[in-house]
């Protein structure tokens, strides 16, 4: 990306006619005039599943509160394989008003768990099953509109990914470089544009921009999931969500 210099610390830029501030020293972006604006670092007394986020666990799968980093929710799985959790906002959110999301997570076994994060078009997907995984070389899509980056220990590498589909159908799949590791803190933002291109960081690094990535008037949510892919407790901590619209 590129950012205007404002001082040793921030950087600004115009994004979807909204101004943005970048901060290096923390990672995170924000902006001062966007119409709708979600965020949530978890320091609340309790996780409001009713209001705030839909939460939907197999095999007794949860999220909750934890008191650490100031803050933090905890999504965790069954014991079983492919016990999955989902964790959504409304369906309130739209390409074709520039919606980004940002989120701040810590995967805590990096070889035992699958993991989504960014926009999806449903709030959660049938059991044993998240809007994305990732086999070895094959990405299979259960929503039909959605843009997230995500990992899959079923693969060949522990790499981070990101994809679209439009309509139920799949763009190309773009790994990282670099494989993630256990209780590694790292941001990730999925940013769309009104013709519902897709621009994905994985720690203020572009991963790629994808155009035609997902239908531009849908519906979305904010969409955090996790996956088991192994016979034991597996948990992914969010630490931070922040997401923003043009009206």
Known sequence: MVWDRVDGRTGARW???????????????????????????????????????????VNGGTAALIATDGGAMQITTGAADNDDVDVASSIIWRADKNCVMEVRWRQNDVDGTAINLGFSDATGEAADLIAFTFDTVTLTSTASNAVLL??????????????????????????????????????GRVECEA????????????????ADAVTATTPLCIYLAVINREGFVNTLDILQVRAWQNI
């Open 195 to 210: 013709d519902g291109t897709t621009s994905f960081y994985v720690d203020n690094i572009l991963l790629q921009r994808v």
């Open 150 to 187: 995500f990992q899959d220990p079923d693969a060949t590498t522990n790499a981070i990914r990101c994809a679209g589909v439009k309509a139920n159908q799949d763009t190309a799949v773009v790994a990282s470089e670099a494989t993630l590791g256990d209780a590694v803190i790292h941001t």
């Open 15 to 57: 994004h979807g006619g909204r101004r943005e501030f970048y901060n290096p020293m923390t990672g995170l972006v924000n902006t001062v005039d966007a119409a709708t604006t979600k965020f949530d670092d978890f320091t609340g007394i309790a996780l409001d599943s009713t209001n705030d986020w839909t939460v939907a666990g």
